[in-house]
């Protein structure tokens, strides 16, 4: 409603600014009338002077006084005399400077209020007969008329003046209220709810101007919107599909280079289950050797089952879960994973982290993918064997694209000492299908599901490589508050 509040008063005042000017041009023509009126009066004394001094001259002084008392009571006309004395009912109250002007011969004109606050305009015209004292005649004409008539015209037009601004306010305010006022406010609400994500429920304006032509475009933007708004969705969903299809993917590619490890790392079990248990069919041992022996194969079973157990797990699809969780505990679990693929490429495991637990708000499956497909790379990267070096801690960096001080980041380090990355190759390393390997050992989607999953928990992915020295990947995490650890390391 301000808008309409704003617009009553600009037509209130542009009223007010109208009546104005009429009052003025009105009262100048009072004004101007007023002062023909004194003119008048002025022209009469003339006229009456030439009577005057004929009368005066012919029939004498007393019969010219005798004639002015008949004259009319509202038109006040006298014979003055200029040498009476003060205090004398024939001596006419002037100042010095205007009794000058009539021993001049000029005619004096002034306005004198009387005791009832009614204004006379008196003009004052000399008369000169040879022989007698100086004269003039007075002629009085009363103002209150005019006066009266000036006071109504100015009552009148503030009257009218008001009763326009109220009329013509009350109607602007009505019209505004109904044609502006309440459609302006559903245009605001309706816009407000689009900016809340809610499109529903058009707006209905029977209007048919620019207001109502701005209702019927916000609909039509409205619907655009949520018809917009349901592609990005499916979008959106059909991508979050992806992405997890395409690490499951990428999960099932990496159980499959894990598998042969695995099946190596159940080889000498199966040995000793089998051995064990030739041993107790083929001979008569005592009843405590059959116990000794049923304990070691159930003692490997569990173990070839936890194997098992572990890799599928690793391949078996789950929702995200995000939680606080000990980067100790992941990078063992995923370092056991790798053992059995590390021996075989004859690649040597060192671990160092702080002995107190590093915490990070992480999906535990997640970050285990991405960090298995770092780890994984280097190994492979390290065909004729060599050292892995895993590295865990805090460490004060800033975020890529990230300005201002830095801040502390834990941080999981995949150092290898295998053949490096080539400087033109290091841009396109997160690329997805990016690969350098042979057919067969590699699908291009290890480092680049491992950096997103990264990035979806807050961080980010280094790397720093030396052709034929190495390469050193890093992956940066948010420090939560039970983060807080002391910098003490322990080799493993």
């Given amino acids: 409603m301000k808008l309409a509040v704003k617009l009553t008063a600009a037509l209130v005042f542009g009223i007010f600014v109208v009546m104005a000017g009429y009052a003025y041009l009105q009262i100048r023509q009072e004004v101007v009338l007023y002062e023909a009126d004194v003119e008048r009066v002025s022209h009469l004394g003339h006229v009456m002077r030439l009577t005057f001094e004929e009368i005066w001259q012919l029939e004498g002084e007393a019969r010219l006084r005798e004639l002015v008392a008949r004259a009319d009571p509202d038109v006040g006309v006298r014979v003055v005399s200029l040498y009476a004395p003060v205090g004398d009912a024939q001596r006419p ?20 209020t009387d005791p009832t606050d ?61 044609l502006v006022g309440r459609p302006i406010q559903r245009l605001r609400d309706k816009a407000r709810r689009a900016g809340d994500g809610d499109f529903s429920g058009p707006l209905q304006l029977r209007q048919h101007d620019e207001i109502g032509d701005l209702a019927h475009d916000l609909n039509t933007m409205c619907d655009h919107l949520a018809e917009a708004n349901r ?117 040597a495991v060192h671990c160092a982290a702080s002995v107190a637990p590093l915490l990070a708000y992480v999906d535990q499956n997640q970050l285990q993918q991405a960090l298995t497909n770092v780890a994984l790379n280097a190994i492979q990267a390290m065909p004729d064997g060599g050292d892995l070096r895993v590295g865990i801690g805090r460490q004060s960096a800033r975020p890529p694209g990230a300005s201002g001080t830095e801040s502390t980041f834990l941080f999981i380090s995949v150092e290898d000492a295998g053949k490096g990355i080539p400087t033109e190759q290091m841009a396109h390393i997160f690329e997805p299908f990016f690969t350098t390997k042979a057919v067969g050992e590699g699908t291009g989607l290890g480092l680049a599901v491992a950096h997103g999953i990264v990035a979806e928990h807050g961080g980010w992915i280094t790397v720093e490589s030396t052709v034929g020295k190495g390469s050193r990947f890093v992956i940066f995490l948010p420090e939560t508050a039970e983060s807080s650890i002391p910098e003490v390391k322990v080799a493993s």
């Avoid at 109250?93 to 004198?112: I, K, P, Q, Y």
């Avoid at 305009?121 to 003039?136: F, H, K, N």
């Fill in 93 to 112: 109250a002037l100042s010095d400077d205007e009794f000058r002007a009539l021993f001049a011969g000029d005619t004096v004109h002034v306005v004198r």
């Fill in 118 to 178: 009614d204004e006379w305009s008196v003009s004052y015209v000399p008369i000169s007969i040879g022989g007698t004292r100086p004269a003039a005649v007075e002629v009085r004409e009363s103002s209150a008329r005019q006066q009266r008539f000036i006071r109504m015209s100015r009552l009148a037009i503030v009257i009218a003046t008001c009763a326009v601004a109220l009329v013509c306010g009350l109607i602007a305010t009505g019209l505004e209220f109904w």
């Fill in 231 to 347: 592609h990005i969705i499916a979008a959106t969903e059909a991508r979050v599909a992806a992405v997890e299809q395409l690490r499951h993917t990428d999960r099932l590619a990496t159980v499959g280079q894990l598998a042969a490890g695995v099946a190596h790392e159940l080889g000498t079990p199966l040995s000793v289950v089998s051995a064990r248990a030739q041993l107790i069919s083929s001979t008569e041992i005592p009843r405590a050797g059959v116990v000794t022996n049923a304990n070691i194969i159930i003692e490997q079973a569990d173990r070839m089952t936890e194997i098992i157990q572990q890799l599928l797990d690793f391949s078996r699809r789950r929702s995200v879960k995000l939680g606080l969780a000990s980067l100790q505990h992941i990078v063992a679990r995923t370092l056991d994973l790798l053992s059995s693929v590390a021996e075989r490429a004859h690649v």
